[in-house]
């Protein structure tokens, strides 16, 4: 174990108020943790792949499918009709359920789950993006489940799901291939996540050109989506875990040279490739494996995307960046090598805050470059909710773990962070 000793550089915050140093003195690090590693997905990738799309049904034993999508453009486009070819080429039944909204909420899975039994479904397909396929998660296990759905994004674990796939319209959210869905509960618009692997899919189709119509906002939120989800395991309380480390800042690396890219012409399919990939890497946790993880900035957004239906991304780029800045002085070190490693600062040995700060301050620049908001009045949220936004997280006098441990008047700070953060 290793003690960080890093509190003796006696480092203000950017609001010069000193955090409580008791968040981060005596912390104790471990070194790589055990781990179990299961990613039993199939991935179908490259041009025209969804006209595979029943072989693989077929393959993984589905013989009558729930299609399971979002809005008019999977039907504007053909893909839909594609989809659906390629099912009836395999004899594939289908019936289909349009209408996943982003933040996806529970009344459309009640009524997944309503049809599927009446229908003997036995297969999902979602076809879009992180919304459609947390939706089809949520209805995959509900289905076989004898009680409310909702039970599953209230801690309980679920042992079984419908097998479903995926045809993958937008790089964001990676769960595509991953075992892990969120959804928006109505009454009280709490947004809550559930996990386990019978949610992973068993197979997904990633077709880069099916992202290249998307507007150069929606991709931003994606990329900001996609670094987050790498941060999120990034900052950690493990130590000796270099090759997961390396492995983030590689996919960190190609989202900072390929998101403007794209941004700049959208129809640059190499550029989208690379994205789609690095967002299926940065979510099936292969680069957090034996490492302690943080998740707090996703949860502190969830509430701000819950309760103002703002793109998840938006919400997490005005959110992480809050975050960095509130904890960065737990770990100076980390946020320094962060800065060199990812965003090219160069090392200040005598004060590496400075170098750490230097870093946040790029990161903040790059969300606003790519078209991103960077405070609560871009992304259209209210001070004056922040005492409903913290209720809603739910910590009451308990607190959160991970790379910090967080208490109730620590997420209020990082609203308030949010609120007022600027440009340098």
Request: glycine letters at 10%; hydrophobic letters at 40%; one cysteine or more.
């Amino acid at each position: 174990m290793i003690v960080n000793n890093l509190c003796k550089y006696n480092i203000d915050c950017l609001s010069n108020k000193k955090l409580s140093l008791n968040l981060y003195q005596n912390e104790i690090f471990i070194l790589m943790e055990n781990f179990n590693f299961y990613s039993p997905t199939e991935f179908v990738f490259g041009r025209d792949r969804e006209n595979e799309s029943g072989k693989y049904v077929r393959k993984y034993g589905g013989s009558k499918v729930l299609l399971h999508y979002g809005s008019n453009s999977a039907k504007r486009s053909g893909l839909l009709d594609r989809v659906k070819k390629s099912l009836e080429a395999e004899n594939v039944e289908y019936v289909e359920l349009g209408g996943v909204q982003p933040n996806p909420h529970d009344s459309l899975v009640y009524k997944g789950i309503e049809v599927c039994r009446k229908e003997n479904v036995n297969f999902i397909l979602a076809i879009g993006g992180g919304s459609a396929i947390d939706s089809a998660k949520a209805i995959a296990m509900g289905v076989p489940y004898d009680g409310d759905f909702w039970d599953f994004y209230s801690g309980k674990s679920p042992k079984e799901a419908l097998p479903i796939g995926t045809v993958l319209t937008i790089a964001a959210a990676g769960s595509e291939g991953s075992g892990d869905s969120v959804i928006t509960k109505e009454e009280g618009m709490l947004k809550r996540g559930a996990g386990g692997n019978c949610l992973r899919p068993k197979f997904s189709v990633l077709n880069p050109q099916l992202t290249t119509t998307l507007p150069a906002y929606q991709t931003a939120c994606g990329a900001t989506d996609i670094m987050a989800h790498i941060f999120e395991r990034y900052f950690t309380n493990t130590r000796e875990v270099e090759v997961t480390d390396r492995l983030c800042e590689a996919l960190l690396l190609t989202m900072i040279k390929e998101t403007p890219r794209v941004i700049a012409d959208p129809t640059n399919y190499d550029a989208r490739a690379n994205i789609m990939w690095a967002g299926m890497v940065a979510h099936n946790n292969i680069v957090g494996v034996g490492r302690e993880q943080d998740w707090n900035s996703h949860g502190i957004e969830h509430e701000l995307s819950a309760l103002y239906d703002c793109a998840h991304g938006a919400g997490l780029a005005v959110i992480m960046p809050a975050w960095m800045e509130y904890v960065y002085r737990h770990d100076v070190l980390r946020f320094a090598q962060m800065a060199t490693r990812v965003w090219g600062c160069e090392m200040n040995f005598s004060n590496p805050a400075v170098t750490a700060r230097e870093g946040i301050k790029r990161f903040r620049r790059f969300l606003h470059d790519i078209g991103m908001p960077t405070n609560f009045e871009e992304l259209g949220a209210k001070e004056s909710d922040i005492p409903y936004l913290v209720k809603t997280f739910g910590l009451g006098e308990g607190e959160t773990g991970g790379f910090v441990h967080l208490k109730s008047e620590d997420i209020e700070n990082i609203y308030r962070l949010a609120v007022k953060s600027k440009l340098a």
